[in-house]
């Protein structure tokens, strides 16, 4: 009933498209991280123009649907600036344009969980506010937080399987692409669904792990 072994001649084209998924997680995850950190900043700040502006960008990213954020980006941006954007440049920036406005709110609660008496301690001893907030306060916000960044980078694995919509020869769009040539949608769709259950599985173990490290001083 099930011939799994159909899908042996394809197994090297899986390896590739495994690796266009982790890279793609990787980079998405990174660009969502450094812009959510300073959106977090722009929020909890008290610039009239900025912070109105950041919180409006929040609830843009976080009110409509990713998927049309996607297409937004990759079909729009030749239209409107000129230049072709790939396929996965464009996953890449949707992805972490959107991760950006969850992982701030995460990181806008962790740094405000820190206690008050360290930023007054820090202000009577004259310390720079830029190295206070790097050196201090962000890594005890991403220790608050881990558990929420953690999910998200396993949101965002999950996730970039819609890239395969634009052409992007992710895991997904290996499978599309095997069913359509073998007529075996089961076996190539059931492959692709254990990857990603394995490399959400590793993930979180990874996570648990450092979650672990990183409240040893709890």
Known sequence: ????????????????AVWVTLKFTFFSTFLGFIGGFILALITISKNRILAP???????????TPLLVQLMLIYFATPQLTGYTISALQAGVLSFGLNSAAYISEALRGGILSVDKGQWEAA??????????????????????????LINESIALLKDSSLVSVIGVADTLRWADLIQAKTFRAFEAFIVAAAVYYVLVMILTFIGAYFEKKVRISD
């Open 1 to 16: 009933m099930f011939k799994f072994s159909v899908l042996t001649p394809y197994l090297p084209l899986l390896e590739s």
């Open 123 to 148: 202000l009577s001893l004259g310390v720079p506010k830029h190295r206070f907030i790097l050196d201090v306060i962000l890594p005890q916000a991403v220790k608050n937080t881990f558990p929420a």
């Open 53 to 63: 502006l950041a919180r409006f960008y929040i609830s843009v990213f976080r009110g």
